[in-house]
Every structure is written in C-alpha cells, then in structure tokens.
C-alpha cells in the first residue's frame, strides 16, 4: 500500500503552493489516478512519493516502511525506493537498441550478463514488442517508444509504478490503445500503481480509484463511476465529464427516499438521493449529466418531471447532437440522439428519469 499523509510544498520561497496537505492511499495491487488541471499539483505528489522532490510537510509510506518523514526527518534516497516510472516524454536513450534501454538501469545491480537479458527480453515481451530488440530505439513510433519506457519500469522488478501523463504526447487512436495496454499489464503484473492525468477520460477508463484535484488539494476520491455518475464536489462535477448545474429548493421528501425540488422553471422528483442532512426550504443544486436529458418534439406524457423549453442550438456531433435548450432563464445541455432533428427556436419537450439525477449542498 502506498499511504501519504499531510504532503505539503511550496516553490518560489514559498511563494507557490503546489501541493497542501494532500493525503491518499493506494490499495496493493491497484491503480490510483491524480485527476486535475494543469498546475494543480500533481506531478509535484508523484515526485514526492518517487523522491524526486523534497516535501515541506508530511509523511510517505510504501508497505510500511516510511520513506519520507518531515518530522522524523526521513528522506529515503529515489533508487532505494523500488519505483518504475513512466513519464510524458519517452526517455529513451537515443544512441542504443531497444534492448539496450532497457537492460541499462539492470548494470551494476550484481546480476550476470544473461540474467540482465533474460529480464530485460521477458519484459519486452510483456509489452508486446519481441522481435524489436536490436532496432535502434528512435526508429520505433511514439507508442513503441513508450512501451519500451514501460518495458524499462517493469524489468527493474519495481514494488510500485508511478505514471506522469504517459499518454499525452501520443495522437488519439494510439492513446486509447495504450490506455487499453496499461491497464491490462498493471491488472496481470498486480502493480501498486500512481497515475496522473488531466484527462478525464483516461482517468475513468483505467483507474480503480481516481482522486480529483484542485489547487494543491484532493476534493474528491472515488471510484470513476461514483465520481462520475454521484460527485459530491462541484469541482469534480464540472471536470469530469459536462454538467448542468441547476439552483434547486427543498420542497419536501415525498415518499421514502424520493424528494421534490423546485426549480426556478419546474419541479422535479428525485429519487435515491440522501437528502438527510437537509430540511424544507434548503437551497441545493440538481446536477444533470447532458446525456440523462431526453428531448422531443411532442410530449412524453409523462406526469413527473416533463417540462418545455426552446431549442437555442443544436450541433451535429456525428454520435449525438449537443443540444442547448432555453428553460426560463436557464439554459440546459442535453445530448440527444443523431437521428432526431430540431430546428433552432423550436419548441420541445423535456423529461428526465427521477433517478438520474445528483444533488449538492449550495
Ligand atoms: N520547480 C518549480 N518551481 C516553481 N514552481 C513550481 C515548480 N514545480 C511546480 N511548480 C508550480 O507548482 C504548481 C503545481 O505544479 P505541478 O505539480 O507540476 O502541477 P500539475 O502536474 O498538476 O500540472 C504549479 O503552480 C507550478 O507552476
Ligand atoms: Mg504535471
């Protein structure tokens, strides 16, 4: 397990606070995403936990040794760590084979020749790239040259692997593959692994945990599809993914754990919400994923939670059409399937299940 309690940094003579008292815990044998913008400290956490980078404050455990401690004062050198790490850029030497990359880091560590190539093949051919052993490494594509990166951290025999934003100098179609292809190498090696992105879509599609990040602080730690579908933060809410974010009132719980809300242009019933915490007349924001909106041009006949608005635009997406609809004052997102067509100013019906939505304190 990896355990980081009250991390803290700052930079410039402590002008910049990149990270503040940021705690996690990645659970043996999973992987762990840092979810944020850019600037909001995340390769400044993964290079604490790598030793790159000397924190102000806190307290770093893997499988409980301690090797990082402000107050006992610890600091275990980087190579003592037992880490594999994959960064944005490649890192490959230029001037060697492939196999020479990454049998490099194994020298000097009293193994024999044949058991340096023995790893360093093996570990190739984990990432699926036998054959390519004596191509120098610069004649190799962007993808091969970060599963050579990849091959690298795993023939180290590390107990944990850190990612830095491995994915985001590769074009779309090849990061998607690659996403695919670290995900299924962490689930069979069983690695402990921290990854950072901004992208949230990475992080959804290959986390068992994602935390997300604002300014120096997690705000939120989840599953991806509670992060997703149930954020508790309006932070996580607006980054992962689109939302409408709608002012609500408490109107009271109706039956069990359903509730109405009124809305300044409709009321709605929600179901499957805990809204313990609050009592009648609370404000609250409704949250609404764009693609829980449905959209017609005639009534769903639908009792509850039907309402009608005005088509302001709507783009042609190829898989759906992004449509912005005026509700009021308010205006609502909604993704609406291609084959529908609206004329902008058209009038239209919306309706959404009372069970797809989430609700936030205001
Ligand atoms: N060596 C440095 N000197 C000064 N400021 C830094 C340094 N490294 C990072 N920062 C600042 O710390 C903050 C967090 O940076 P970083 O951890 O790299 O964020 P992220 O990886 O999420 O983009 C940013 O404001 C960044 O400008
Ligand atoms: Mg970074």
Known sequence: MISVQGLAKTYAGGNVRAIDGVDFQVETGKIFTLLGPSGCGKTTSLRSV??????DAGEINLFGETVF???????????KRKIGMVFQSYAIWPHMTVLQNIAYPLKGKGL???????????ALRM????????RPAPKLSGGQQQRVAL????????RIFLFDEPLSN???????????HIRALQRKLGITSLYVTHDQVEALSISDFIAVMEKGKIVEVGAPRDIYLHPTSRFAAQFVGLTNIMPAKLRHGDAGDTVRVDLPFTSLLCQGLTTKAHSKGDSLMVLLRPENVRVSSSSFNCETNEWRGRVISSIFLGEFIDCTIACGDFQVRARVNPFHQFEDGAEVYLHIAPERFSLLTA
């Open 112 to 122: 024999s020749r044949a058991q340096i190539e023995s790893k360093a093949r093996e």
């Open 127 to 134: 990432v699926d790239l036998e054959g390519f052993e004596d």
């Open 170 to 180: 590769l074009d779309a179609k090849l990061r998607e593959e690659m996403r695919g």
């Open 50 to 55: 790598a030793g790159l980078e000397q924190p």
């Open 151 to 158: 091959a690298r951290a795993i023939a180290s025999d590390p």
């Open 69 to 79: 401690s402000s107050t006992r004062g610890i600091s275990l050198h980087p190579s």
